[in-house]
């Protein structure tokens, strides 16, 4: 199973940026999908999260802002991100917990990060 990311980059403050991690490989079901990110002295944390039903979680920094959503046709996860920080600077990592078999119980699986950068 594999996590791949797509749509980082550099952008302006009050700029907009869409993320995109698609799951590839064998697997049985997705359960929970999610973006986290990491900021250089600081310890990952969940930005959103969005179930197999569509039920979201966000972090109280980026309400209102962020809107996370899942295609299960294609197994990926997006995360459009609008009127941006400068602290909303960070790697952004996908996380997906998976069940590669019925009787399995979830994983964690990871992306590679991408980088993420607010500034004027």
């Known amino acids: 199973v594999q996590l791949v990311e797509s749509g980082g980059g550099l952008v302006q403050p009050g700029g907009s940026l869409t993320l995109s991690c698609a799951a590839s490989?064998?697997?049985?079901?997705?359960?929970?999908m999610g973006w986290y990110r990491q900021a250089p002295g600081k310890q990952r944390e969940l930005v959103a999260s969005i179930t197999s039903c569509d039920s979201t979680n966000y972090a109280d920094s980026v309400k209102g802002r962020f809107t996370i959503s899942r295609d299960n046709a294609k197994n990926t996860v997006y995360l459009q991100m609008n009127s941006l920080k400068p602290e909303d600077t960070a790697v952004y990592f996908c996380?997906?917990?998976?069940?590669?078999?019925?009787?399995?119980?979830?994983?964690?699986?990871w992306g590679q990060g991408t980088q993420v950068t607010v500034s004027s």
């Open positions: 490989g064998s697997f049985f079901s997705i359960n929970v």
């Open positions: 996380n997906a917990k998976i069940k590669t078999t019925f009787l399995r119980a979830p994983y964690d699986y």
